[in-house]
């Protein structure tokens, strides 16, 4: 794969990954109940951004004193100062819900953001695609103003305000297409074509300085904290705008093979990722994941500790889905405590040390399941 060279652009601590191809059936399955819309535009306007600032009441926020960690703890990452070194306080949170179309409140997308007393508020609410249907889901930016999307029956790619206006067109010519990811609250990443015959191109949220970073890309990407990432088996591949490239062999224990990348720290040094045990049939339901702190240099890995001793077992439960690199080497990440057999991810946010260790856990916005974390 070819993943320079890369034009420079700047970074911020925490972006969205990117799903599968954009039509294939698995997204259809998986977003359809939360991102496709019903309404018909000309009857149905996009609304006004606002700034509600409605607090939820927190629940189910717990601490924890788990217990996790098999490599001493590596150098603290670069990310914002959020919260102090060695604190044991949350950062300030960002939440995305997507547009519950078609659902009896037919609420809104959201942005939720979670105060320092652990309650949720809404800070933002639209309905970017005004009804579309999307082939994949909605991609918001790292700060929670933008909105991107592969139009399902257009096959274009569409850049808006959060609250639908201020549109920018990108055709895709028909071709399949990977879901789009912000690589900074600025600028979109996306890919065309098929499977190992991938090119991977980058345009600014106006539609402008469209680039090509890569072709006869095997599969979609990843991206997080700014990087792109390429998982395979074993190993994984990040690469970033500006010609920097790493390959990494995470010193994994053997039997397990490579999930994801749920986080990238904004400088490469420490990524987090979920690994599986196999099962015949290669059924998800009847796997053990296991997360881990990566260090990129070194490959060495930290597990993180389960939040339930019986996700030790084959159960499905318990894939690390995103998350944050802090300044002091610790970790929050959004944890799935579903199964795939459960329809609807069952999220909590844990706040992890550098060492693996669950300091506390924290509930998302009650009542919605689909959604993911911002910042």
Same mark, same amino acid.
């Given at each position: ?10 970074r911020p601590a925490s972006a969205r990954r990117s799903g599968a191809l954009a039509g294939t059936a698995a997204l259809l399955l998986t977003f359809s109940a939360? $991102?496709?819309?019903? =309404? ?33 703890? $590596? ?139 890569a072709t006869h890309h095997p599969k979609c990407p990843t991206v997080s904290g700014g990087w792109i990432a390429q998982v395979g088996a074993q190993t994984v ?9 790493? =390959? ?5 224990? =053997? ?14 040094q420490t990524l987090v990722i979920s690994a599986h045990t196999t099962s015949p049939g290669g059924c998800g339901c009847a796997w053990r994941f296991r997360n ?67 300091? =506390? ?15």
């Open positions: 794969m070819n993943l320079g060279p890369f034009t420079h652009t700047t939360a $991102a496709c819309g019903t =309404a018909d535009p000309k009857t149905t306007p996009a609304p006004t951004e606002t700034a509600t600032a409605t607090a939820v009441p927190a629940t189910g926020d717990t601490p924890a004193a788990g217990t996790g960690g098999s490599v001493p703890d $590596a150098a603290p990452a670069v990310a914002p100062a959020r919260p102090a070194v060695g604190s044991t306080q949350w950062p300030q949170l960002t939440w995305y819900t997507a547009e519950e179309s078609g659902q009896k409140q037919n609420d809104p997308a959201r942005i939720w953001r979670r105060t320092t007393a652990g309650a949720w508020q809404v800070v933002r609410s639209g309905r970017p695609e005004n009804g579309k249907a999307l082939n994949g889901p909605l991609a918001v930016s790292p700060d929670g103003r933008r909105a991107a999307w592969m139009e399902g029956s257009a096959r274009r790619l569409v850049i808006s305000a959060f609250d639908g206006t201020k549109r920018h067109v990108i055709p895709t010519q028909g071709q399949q297409t990977c879901a789009p990811s912000w690589l900074d609250s600025g600028r979109v990443l996306y890919g065309l074509g098929r499977e190992k015959e991938l090119t991977l191109i980058a345009v600014n949220a106006d539609g402008t300085g469209q680039k090509v970073l591949a990040i690469g970033d705008e500006r010609g920097v490239r790493r =390959a990494i062999s995470p010193r994994l224990p =053997a039997g397990l093979v490579i999930g994801g990348v749920a986080a990238i720290s904004g400088n490469g881990y702190r990566l260090d990129a240099a070194s490959g060495a890995v930290t597990e993180l500790a389960p939040l339930d001793p019986a996700w030790k077992q084959p159960t499905g439960h318990g894939q690390a889905i995103d998350g944050l690199v802090l300044a002091d080497g610790g970790l929050v990440v959004q944890v799935n405590a579903g199964t795939p057999s459960d329809g609807a991810p069952a999220y909590r946010l844990v706040r992890y040390t550098a060492s693996g260790r669950v300091l =506390a856990t924290a509930s998302v916005p009650a009542g919605q399941p689909w959604g993911g974390l911002l910042g």
